[in-house]
């Protein structure tokens, strides 16, 4: 953006996830209204705050926010992104406050982490200093994946996702469903997707030895059916029943995959991107079909 400013070029801005329903818009040869899923990484919204997991009402010129998920605090910044014991306190702390630094209520793959460095953490949560507040698909992804120690740090980008997905695939839906359940919210006409009934369930869990393959495939199993249940929610609402999925975190196959067959039994009509990259690979082809280029 800011090398796009400094030329004496005119410039139109499009909002980064809005672009990624662009780009599918585009692909597809769509031009809306639909509900645009994008789970993707960092965006700003038009308020100036992090956005990511995002339910949009969008077309080739605009979007409303209809949803997103809870926002959770980013401790470190984008030092929680390598370090998903991080996000797994943040978690922690949402649910249990000054409790999740007690040794008798965290899981036991947390144990390992310093207790200065964990005091540290808790002051910044507390006093919410180098603490920004994301709704990030990846960064729940972090830290449910460090909550049962399959990643505490990450040598790149996605490593903790991709390995609670890896787990994930080892169990099947029969053992999985239904284990954590979906609590939403609407504030500001706006559905919520909370996580805090979920992390309880999981520390339960956790608690009773219930292996990794089944609760990892049950964290992807919430994922989907709370999606689901905000669109369902969201089409009376808007009377749309048309829905495009984009974002980095689509190319998790098995998430996308209960997602489109979920939508689409519930009547939905989905789209995402063939061609087209669904991850910021892809992105430039939204703006460009919007008359940014």
């Known amino acids: 953006s800011r090398y796009a400013q400094a030329r004496s070029l005119p410039c139109v801005s499009v909002q980064h996830h809005h672009a990624h329903i662009g780009a599918v818009l585009a692909e597809q040869q769509l031009r809306g209204p639909v509900i645009g899923v994008v789970l993707d990484g960092t965006g700003f919204g038009p308020d100036g705050s992090i956005f990511d997991g995002e339910i949009y009402r ?3 010129h605009q979007f409303t926010r209809l949803g997103h998920l809870a926002t959770m605090a980013l401790p470190g910044g984008d030092r929680a992104a390598l370090e998903p014991w991080r996000m797994a306190f943040s978690l922690l702390y949402t649910l249990l406050g000054d409790q999740a630094f007690q040794p008798h209520h965290q899981p036991q ?9 964990q005091q540290l953490l808790g002051q910044m949560l507390a006093k919410k200093v180098n603490c920004p507040l994301t709704s990030r698909c990846g960064r729940l992804f972090d830290g449910v994946s460090a909550l049962m120690g399959l ?3 990450s040598q790149f980008e996605g490593q903790a996702a ?9 169990a ?4 999985a469903k239904g284990r954590y359940p979906v609590a939403l919210e609407w504030i500001d006409d706006q559905v919520i997707i909370t996580n805090t009934a979920m992390v309880a369930g999981l520390l339960i869990d956790l608690a009773q030895g219930v292996s990794v393959p089944v609760m990892a495939r049950s964290f992807h199993l919430w994922l989907v059916e709370a999606l689901v249940q905000s669109l369902l929610q969201l089409r009376t609402t808007t009377g749309l029943d048309q829905v495009v999925l984009a974002g980095g975190c689509m190319q998790n196959k098995l998430l996308f995959e209960r997602l489109c067959q979920s939508l689409r039994a519930h009547g939905f009509i989905v789209h995402a991107g063939e061609l087209v990259p669904m991850t910021d690979g892809g992105l430039a082809l939204g703006p460009a079909d919007m008359g940014g280029v």
């Open 172 to 175: 099947d839906d029969d053992a």
């Open 162 to 170: 991709m390995l609670l997905e890896q787990q994930a695939w080892l």
């Open 58 to 60: 969008a077309d080739r």
């Open 151 to 153: 990643s505490l740090v």
């Open 109 to 117: 793959a947390l144990h390992g982490i310093e207790q200065s460095r």
